[in-house]
């Protein structure tokens, strides 16, 4: 079992930067990869970026190449998501999630078992 507890997320102006959180926590010496997803009004959940373990590999949807970086605190069991020259098409609510398929940044959602509540990011113009 995994627990995961998003945060950092909120209303910012297009343009501005946002860091968001996640906190693992669960059985010890359990390996995940860990994801952000995000889904907006209307629309299906879709990945944003992936990382492995290790935190050595990751991936990221083309929508947010160059502008979001994830990375992992392993001392901390943390995830994070730096998401810079945020757009209005960023709004989403965005999602934690862990995978036991840990050796490579997995991007589809069917390989994730254990989800956050999500936390709101909204991009005004």
């Known amino acids: 079992q995994v627990q995961l507890v998003e945060s950092g997320g909120g209303l910012v102006q297009a343009g501005d930067s946002l860091r968001l959180s996640c906190s693992a926590s669960g059985r010890t010496g359990l390996r995940y990869g860990l994801g952000w997803f995000r889904q907006a009004p209307g629309k299906e959940r879709e990945s944003v970026a992936a990382i492995t373990w290790s935190g050595g590999d990751t991936n990221y949807a083309d929508s947010v190449k160059g502008r979001f970086t994830i990375s992992r605190d392993g001392a901390k069991n943390a995830v994070y998501l730096q998401m810079n020259d945020l757009k209005q098409e960023d709004t989403a609510i965005y999602y934690c999630?862990?995978?036991?398929?840990?050796?490579?940044?997995?991007?589809?959602?069917?390989?994730?078992?254990?989800w956050g509540q999500g936390t709101q990011v909204t991009v005004s113009s």
């Open positions: 999630a862990a995978t036991l398929r840990y050796a490579m940044p997995n991007m589809r959602k069917d390989r994730y078992t254990y």
